[in-house]
């Protein structure tokens, strides 16, 4: 079955620090890669997304690439803000009429001034 | 993107009660879904709302616990019935445009005395 493997947080940066947290997994066929963030005290929000190997998704600075060779989707951002402390999650959705999103555990970030 | 509204946003429930939690988006779409987050946790999937027939429940989610309903195309309620402590959680709703990518609704947060 699908999968999706998560770095295990919590992850803490000072502000203007590199971000990086990694994700993979373990899909058949050509799933679609999205991240997600949650900030304290909501819901889900799509941060990003991409459908096929080596598309990179990008938003609010964030990027990740699809690389299916190490079957990764690595979240990257240069430069932290405080604003971006959030628990961000890693899933996967299965190609077609296949709707399951699998969900990674989620990553806590907490940037600090 | 759909804009998805929840009701109640959070609530305290005494044990052996049930409470309804209804989904609403502003624009027709085919796929709603209802997870539960866990405290703590990652997202796991309770069921597909299935307009005008039963929803589809995932492994170890059953329809006498969360029943759901999806009148149309816009709105769907979930109920926790019967509730205990464990039940303590985040309930999302979440919906699939035709771009094969879930948005999500801001949750209601439930606590079970």
């Known amino acids: 079955g699908n999968s999706v493997t998560q770095m295990e947080g919590p992850v803490t940066l000072s502000e203007e620090a590199f971000l990086t947290i990694n994700c993979t997994y373990t899909?058949?066929?050509?799933?679609?890669l999205f991240w997600y963030v949650q900030y304290p005290g909501e819901g889900l929000q799509l941060l990003l997304k991409?459908?096929?190997?080596?598309d990179k998704g990008s938003n609010k600075g964030f990027e990740a690439t699809y690389r299916k060779e190490t079957t990764s989707f690595h979240l990257e951002k240069g430069s932290v803000q405080v604003s971006d402390s959030a628990v961000y999650f890693c899933?996967?959705?299965?190609?077609?009429?296949?709707?399951?999103?699998?969900f990674g555990k989620g990553t806590l970030l907490t940037v600090n001034p | 993107s759909a804009v998805i509204s929840q009701k109640p946003s959070r609530d305290i429930c005494q044990r052996g009660t049930s409470l309804t939690i209804q989904c609403q988006v502003d624009?027709?779409?085919?796929?709603m879904f209802w997870y539960r987050q866990q405290p703590g946790q990652s997202l796991t999937l309770i069921a597909t709302?299935?307009?005008?027939?039963?929803?589809?429940?995932e492994s170890g989610f059953v329809i006498d616990k969360f029943p759901i309903s999806r009148p149309n195309l816009t709105f769907s309620t979930l109920t926790v019935s019967n509730m205990s402590p464990e039940d303590s959680s985040i309930y999302l709703c979440?919906?699939?445009?035709?771009?094969?990518?879930?948005?999500f609704g801001p949750g209601t947060r439930l606590t079970v005395l």
């Open positions: 624009s027709q779409v085919t796929m």
């Open positions: 991409a459908t096929k190997a080596d």
């Open positions: 899933a996967l959705r299965s190609g077609g009429s296949n709707y399951k999103l699998t």
């Open positions: 899909a058949t066929g050509y799933p679609s």
């Open positions: 709302a299935n307009q005008g027939s039963e929803a589809t429940y």
């Open positions: 979440s919906v699939e445009a035709l771009t094969d990518t879930q948005y």
